[in-house]
């Protein structure tokens, strides 16, 4: 059952998706036959222009993916489509983990079409070779492409906590019988304090627990490793509060349903 309800979720934020790869594979496109002719000094300009606009879409493009999912699953559980979607014989449970993987995946893939979209507009011989030559460096201890993954990783793990901090604040405001919009705002702002307050307290303790080690990130000769602990210590709480969203989230939409 979770592969159907995935499939069905998943195709419902495509939608909103599929323009946003078709502008950023666009601009890439542009961008790369305009600098075929970038002589021409009114061309230049306009590819210019063309790559801030790639720039600018490109930065974006994550937050408007979590922004699709977010509205989805506020869509299809908590207003008008909610009253056909837990009528479905399906879980609670299997509702929820559909909306994170689905959340992950259209991640995974805008990384993957934005990675196509620079490609394609900035691509030169030789600059996978050069890639993988700076991937394998070392630099204070640690290869640089163990580097990159650790972040990716961590990256991942702060963006589906966000996501989940989301969906946590609405199912809490949309337990309300009135208002549901403004407490699902004010149940984000909660969190996000409250987390924020948290990642604070875990610094302070990190500081006391040994003071020099924040100052011995600043100097030239640390370790990446000692960077790489800083960040997986944040990282491990980071999917704690994730846990404890996903917990909150389930626990409101299956004890104190009250849809719009």
């Known amino acids: 059952m979770l592969g159907q309800v995935l499939k069905y979720d998943l195709k419902a934020v495509c939608r909103y998706l599929i323009p946003l790869y078709a502008v950023l594979l666009g601009l890439g496109v542009m961008v790369r036959l305009l600098g075929f002719f970038d002589n021409i000094s009114i061309i230049a300009i306009i590819c210019g222009l063309m790559v801030v606009a790639l720039v600018l879409v490109s930065v974006f493009s994550f937050v408007l993916t979590g922004i699709f999912s977010v509205k989805h699953y506020l869509e299809n559980l908590f207003k008008d489509e909610g009253y056909l979607t837990h009528t479905l014989p399906v879980k609670k449970e299997t509702l929820l983990v559909s909306k994170v993987l689905v959340s992950l995946i259209t991640l995974i893939l805008t990384a993957l079409v934005l ?146």
């Open 115 to 260: 990675f196509i979209s620079l490609l394609i507009a900035f691509y030169q011989e030789g600059l996978f070779s050069e890639v993988i030559k700076v991937l394998g460096l070392s630099i204070y201890g640690m290869k640089v492409y163990e580097f990159l993954l650790f972040m990716i990783f961590y990256s991942i793990i702060g963006y589906l906590t966000t996501i989940l901090m989301v969906y946590a604040a609405i199912s809490v405001g949309y337990s309300k019988s009135s208002n549901k919009l403004v407490s699902s705002v004010v149940c984000a702002l909660i969190f996000y304090f409250a987390m924020e307050i948290i990642y604070f307290g875990v610094l302070s303790v990190i500081v006391l627990i040994d003071p020099a080690f924040i100052s011995d990130l600043d100097n030239e000769v640390f370790m990446m490793k000692d960077l790489i602990s800083f960040f997986t210590i944040f990282m491990v709480f980071t999917a704690c509060i994730g846990g404890v969203y996903y917990y909150i989230s389930y626990r409101y939409m299956n004890k104190k349903l009250n849809l719009e």
